[in-house]
């Protein structure tokens, strides 16, 4: 069957990229996140990928997406980094997650879910050194968080962390000042407590400071090979696991002056063959790359020509092509020598990688593979310390 919108994830790039990012950090642990159904790629399927790669650690956003991962198997570290509701607090303990705390009331509610369940709790302390959204700006208050959950029955104190708000902008002075604000109390906890689990660096992070490295990196972006500085991946080592496909489900010879699709935004200025793909916003291909993006047939570069609809595009071939109806068509990736990656996506419509993955639609089809060789239908999970679920 010829899919209408298609999603290739090559899982081997995933396991690879967290290969080159474990060699990176050396000493410290991958904590790989698989948050947005990894970031559009698939959760379960990239946090196995993740695990033979190198993490040894999963973090998500929801304690929902922590209980799905526990479903397919996962029985490592899983971080839920999100704000949590006293509910969602719930999910994450049954779920054996670890949970961020900031605040003591939220803490304390967490402490007694935890001792009611006959279970201790696992707190990550965090400290908003710059970023401004979830974390305790005050040493301090930190600090009291660390020392509430070392003496209570229902708490331990597994981690202390923060988040860079401009580590992928180079020339950015303001993430120096966040580590040097970090510092001090990472000193303090080690002092009191070894064993505490110290983590701030991101994707970027990773590549721009080992300083920033600590005890574990939350990587994203770059575990599925898309570039946290926003240009091109392989100059970091990095392979894209993503492929966006679709098909030509018609070429139309157009005369000159005449038009295609919504608004008559493009006409053909000169005798032009123009196919027509069945892929379209409804699919993730923003509307905002109408008569901007390129997309590959048979390794070559063709413009998207018209506006975007919700379910198909337009392309103008030029006289004389040779495409013919049923023929392949990438619009994220590789074709032979040509490739379009998810950064150049991003550019025209002046967004970032991040948001290229994640906005593909459920309805496109995802097939996993490694190297070419697809994967079962239903992914479980290995372990952190390689086991099988």
């Not at 110290?198 to 300083?211: C, L």
Request: with cysteine.
């Amino acid at each position: 069957m010829t899919d209408r919108a298609l999603a290739r994830i090559d899982l081997s790039a995933v396991r690879r990229n967290c290969a080159e990012l474990k060699r990176r950090i050396g000493d410290a642990q991958l904590c790989a996140v698989v948050k947005a159904e990894g970031y559009g790629h698939g959760a379960a399927w990239c946090a196995r990928a993740a695990l033979a790669g190198g993490a040894s650690w999963l973090a998500v956003a929801t304690a929902e997406e922590a209980a799905e991962l526990r479903r397919h198997g996962s029985r490592g570290r899983i971080l839920v980094m999100g704000a949590l509701s006293a509910e969602e607090a719930g999910v994450a303990l049954v779920a054996d997650a670890d949970i961020v705390a900031w605040r003591e009331p939220f803490a304390r509610l967490v402490a007694r879910k935890a001792s009611a369940a006959g279970i201790r709790a696992r707190l990550h302390v965090k400290l908003d050194t710059g970023m401004g959204r979830l974390g305790t700006p005050d040493p301090d208050e930190a600090l009291a968080l660390i020392a509430l959950a070392d003496g209570h029955k229902g708490l331990d104190a597994a981690g202390l962390m923060t988040h860079f708000a401009t580590a992928d902008e180079l020339q950015s002075e303001f993430f120096d000042q966040q580590l040097e604000r970090f510092r001090p109390v990472v000193e303090q906890v080690k002092r009191s407590h070894p064993n505490c689990v110290v983590h701030a660096a991101n994707s970027a992070a990773v590549f721009r400071d080992p300083g920033a490295h600590f005890d574990m990196a939350r990587c994203g972006i770059a575990i599925y090979g898309m570039d946290p500085f926003h240009e091109d991946p392989s100059a970091r080592g990095l392979e894209p696991a993503l492929r966006l496909e679709s098909y030509v489900a018609d070429v139309k010879r157009l005369e000159p002056g005449a038009s295609v699709g919504y608004g008559r935004s493009w006409s053909a200025q000169r005798e032009t063959e123009v196919a027509v793909l069945p892929i379209g916003y409804g699919d993730g291909y923003r509307r905002g790359l109408s008569n901007r993006a390129e997309l590959l047939i048979g390794g070559r570069r063709f413009p998207v020509v018209g506006t975007i609809s919700m379910d198909n595009i337009t392309v103008d071939l030029g006289p004389d092509s040779g495409v013919r109806p049923g023929d392949a068509a990438t619009l994220i990736g590789s074709d032979g020598d040509e490739r379009v990656p998810a950064e150049e996506i991003a550019a025209h419509v002046q967004t970032i990688n991040y948001e290229v993955s994640c906005g593909i639609a459920p309805r496109v089809r995802r097939l996993y593979h490694q190297d070419g060789d697809p994967q079962p239908q239903h992914p479980e999970l290995e372990h952190a310390d390689g086991e099988s679920a």
